[in-house]
């Protein structure tokens, strides 16, 4: 009785051209605007003008080149490299704009460095200066490397000592209340993963992750696409 129902229904829909219909082609999903909202919006918070920035508009404290001392490198990220070093004396990172980048990148890296300035929170990396000639980001330096290079580290098939499972419930942990704290933001990081993680030391009972990388980093209200209509299937 029920396949009964079900094959009277397709040929209603496919005589009527529903969406139950196997010939009719599928119909394009069109996003659908989010209600009015109680928080700041573009016009009147600082975390959104963002899209005109250059480098006299970045409110972060500012140093000069010869004020930085580059050392090894560290590794990649998003816009370029990331090395250690000093600055006034100070060890920490250098996230360093790459040659030869185009306008849309450095208006990124510019971008991220006013995004990051105004977070303040345990478990989120803190930018500690900006220079811009060259572009340099200096953010606070974690020991321990990233999270994904920690892990595998830890294993005992790479020499490591292990993790036991309150250790990796411990950074799961620091790693979430780094997303409610942005998201009570209405941010999201979008770029969200192991290697974006920073660890501060390798030792449990000090040891802290913290969320990096903001460089695709978005207010979660500044454009509609999550949100969208979708059509039901019917048998």
Request: proline share 5%.
């Amino acid at each position: 009785m029920l396949l009964l129902v079900c094959a009277a229904n397709r040929v209603k829909d496919k005589m009527k051209g529903g969406l139950g219909s196997p010939s009719s082609p599928p119909r394009e999903l069109q996003l659908s605007p989010l209600p009015p909202t109680s928080f700041p919006t573009t016009e009147d918070n600082v975390l959104y003008h963002l899209n005109h920035l250059c480098g006299d508009d970045l409110e972060v404290p500012r140093v000069a080149q010869h004020e930085v001392v580059r050392g090894k490198f560290l590794g990649h990220g998003a816009f370029g490299e990331v090395f250690e070093g000093r600055m006034r004396g100070e060890r920490v990172a250098i996230k360093m704009l790459r040659k030869g980048a185009s306008e849309a990148e450095r208006r990124e890296f510019l971008q991220e460095a006013q995004l990051m300035s105004h977070f303040q929170h345990p478990h989120i990396l803190r930018l500690l200066a900006v220079c811009t000639q060259p572009f340099l980001l200096l953010l606070e330096l974690m020991e321990g490397g990233d999270l994904l290079s920690h892990l595998r580290a830890s294993r005992p098939a790479n020499g490591g000592q292990g993790l036991r499972v309150e250790d990796m419930l411990a950074m799961c942990v620091d790693v979430a209340k780094g997303c409610s704290y942005l998201e009570d933001l209405h941010f999201v990081h979008r770029d969200l993963a192991a290697r974006n993680c920073l660890v501060s030391t390798g030792d449990p009972r000090s040891r802290v992750v913290k969320i990096g990388d903001f460089g695709l980093a978005r207010d979660i209200y500044k454009s509609d696409y999550y949100r969208k209509e979708v059509g039901w299937w019917y048998c």
